[in-house]
Nanobody, 114 residues
């Protein structure tokens, strides 16, 4: 079955960086677009970034503004999210999603605080 396992979350100071990874299995990864979402406490889940199956096309939520970068390695079945210039408002649980079929990972907590 489809499995998505996120890693890389943690506590980081404002202005710092984190790299999240999602290990995928149970489907043909190289044929699937993938996404990252996030959900802050008390707020709705929102799209962070999406990458096409080949990796040639990406799009980002408005709030990203050049700070985050999504990438994928189809040989390793992983999708990553490099987050730079982190702000306290980026604090949230970050989820990996396979849009087709609506599959979600369990999420990884990112906390931006001094």
């Amino acid at each position: 079955q489809v499995q998505l396992v996120e890693s890389g979350g943690g506590l980081v100071q404002p202005g710092g960086s984190l790299r999240l990874s999602c290990a995928a299995s149970g489907f043909t990864f190289s044929s699937a677009a993938m996404s990252w979402y996030r959900q802050a406490s008390g707020k709705e889940r929102e799209l962070v970034a999406t990458i096409s199956a080949t990796g040639r096309s990406t799009n980002y939520g408005e709030f990203v503004k050049g700070r985050f970068f999504i990438s994928r390695d189809n040989a390793k079945n992983t999708v990553s999210l490099q987050m730079n210039s982190l702000k306290p408002e980026d604090t949230a649980v970050y989820y990996c999603k396979k849009p087709t079929g609506n599959y979600w990972g369990q999420g990884t907590q990112v906390t931006v605080s001094s």
